[in-house]
């Protein structure tokens, strides 16, 4: 018996900020994922690939507390780029963990996913249902906001990648957003969400986007603002402790948009256009396809 997990990554965050002393982000799960299977391993133990530390400190975590002494055999696939932002360690953590919890029939909720994920280090919302704000350092705050919103992000990635665990040890001595402006986007994105305004949610990701610039700066940021709000886009969003940049636009105009901004942007980064998806695991009873390689729909820059 084998089960598949598929789990969404993100395309950085629309909103990250500190609010009230409070560490959260809302979250802009994608349409690229991580997919999880479990199955039984004769003789107990687990065994996952190498290269996923994070996933089997997870997994085990998970056997520790159901007991039992189950033996797991974890396999993981993924579209999504290490290092740049994008949720990839939330989604392969989320994904092995639905599924060793499918396998053995135990149930799970987003909360329990939650509480393992960050006994080993921030993590993304994007395991919860639709679109939220959630704290990812500690898990104090959660707020269902709504839908995902009919937008497509075209996913700038430039070649640089950042570990999340030093740069999140090393945040703590910069010195934060100012409030006043991270509650003003955090505001104006729950409107937007709710009333499915579009260009409003894209407003509060372009403050974001330009505020986090105290934090972590992105070279370029000024210039695909600035490209994106010519060329028909609604804004731009960040991965606030990544590499990446999506410029937003109404679902059905991306591959314009692209066409528009293409001749903009340097040869070295790669470009994928992605649809917003609401969060929360897909269980599937057979083997889902995933694009070969960690692309959903790959455009690379002449």
Same mark, same amino acid.
């Given at each position: 018996?084998?089960?598949? !997990?598929?789990?969404?990554?993100?395309?950085?965050?629309?909103?990250?900020?500190?609010?009230?002393?409070?560490?959260?982000?809302?979250?802009?799960?994608?349409? *690229?994922?991580?997919?999880?299977?479990?199955?039984?391993? /004769?003789?107990?133990?687990?065994?996952?690939?190498?290269?996923? &530390?994070?996933?089997?400190?997870?997994?085990?975590?998970?056997?520790?507390?159901?007991?039992?002494?189950?033996?797991?055999?974890?396999?993981?696939?993924?579209?999504?780029?290490?290092?740049?932002? *994008?949720?990839?360690?939330?989604?392969?953590?989320?994904?092995?963990?639905?599924?060793?919890?499918?396998?053995?029939?135990?149930?799970? /909720?987003?909360?329990?996913?939650?509480?393992?994920?960050?006994?080993?280090?921030?993590?993304?919302?994007?395991?919860?249902?639709?679109?939220?704000?959630?704290?990812?350092?500690?898990?104090?705050?959660?707020?269902?906001?709504?839908?995902?919103?009919?937008?497509?992000?075209?996913?700038?990635?430039?070649?640089?990648?950042? &570990?999340?665990?030093?740069?999140?040890?090393? /945040?703590?001595?910069?010195?934060?957003?100012?409030?006043?402006? !991270?509650?003003?986007?955090?505001? *104006?994105?729950?409107?937007?969400?709710?009333?499915?305004?579009?260009?409003?949610?894209?407003?509060?990701?372009?403050?974001?986007?330009?505020?986090?610039?105290?934090?972590?700066?992105?070279?370029?940021?000024? &210039?695909?603002?600035?490209?994106?709000?010519?060329?028909?886009?609604?804004?731009?969003?960040?991965?606030?402790?990544?590499?990446?940049?999506?410029?937003?636009?109404?679902?059905?105009?991306?591959?314009?948009?692209?066409?528009?901004?293409?001749?903009?942007?340097?040869?070295?980064?790669?470009?994928?256009?992605?649809?917003?998806?609401?969060?929360?695991?897909?269980?599937?009873?057979?083997?889902?396809?995933?694009?070969?390689?960690?692309?959903?729909?790959?455009?690379?820059?002449?």
């Amino acid at each position: 018996m084998m089960t598949w !997990v598929r789990m969404p990554g993100s395309c950085g965050e629309l909103v990250q900020g500190t609010i009230d002393g409070i560490d959260l982000h809302i979250t802009c799960p994608v349409s *690229m994922y991580s997919l999880a299977s479990a199955s039984r391993l /004769r003789g107990g133990g687990l065994k996952i690939p190498e290269n996923l &530390d994070k996933t089997a400190l997870a997994v085990g975590k998970v056997l520790e507390l159901i007991g039992g002494g189950y033996g797991i055999e974890i396999d993981v696939k993924s579209e999504l780029p290490r290092g740049k932002g *994008m949720a990839s360690s939330t989604a392969d953590i989320a994904a092995a963990v639905a599924a060793t919890y499918s396998l053995l029939r135990k149930d799970i /909720r987003p909360e329990d996913i939650a509480n393992v994920a960050l006994s080993i280090e921030p993590t993304d919302g994007t395991f919860f249902k639709g679109i939220v704000a959630f704290d990812h350092k500690y898990g104090r705050r959660f707020e269902p906001i709504g839908e995902a919103p009919p937008i497509e992000i075209i996913v700038l990635e430039p070649p640089e990648v950042i &570990d999340t665990i030093t740069f999140n040890r090393e /945040r703590k001595a910069i010195k934060e957003m100012d409030e006043v402006l !991270v509650k003003e986007a955090f505001e *104006m994105a729950v409107e937007g969400i709710k009333t499915s305004n579009i260009r409003l949610v894209g407003k509060a990701a372009t403050i974001s986007a330009i505020h986090n610039q105290k934090i972590l700066p992105k070279k370029a940021l000024g &210039d695909i603002i600035d490209i994106c709000r010519r060329k028909g886009g609604i804004g731009v969003n960040v991965a606030h402790s990544g590499t990446v940049a999506g410029m937003m636009v109404e679902k059905g105009f991306g591959r314009r948009l692209f066409e528009r901004t293409a001749h903009y942007m340097p040869g070295s980064w790669d470009a994928y256009l992605v649809s917003m998806v609401d969060g929360g695991l897909r269980h599937d009873e057979f083997e889902p396809a995933l694009a070969a390689g960690p692309r959903n729909d790959s455009i690379t820059w002449d």
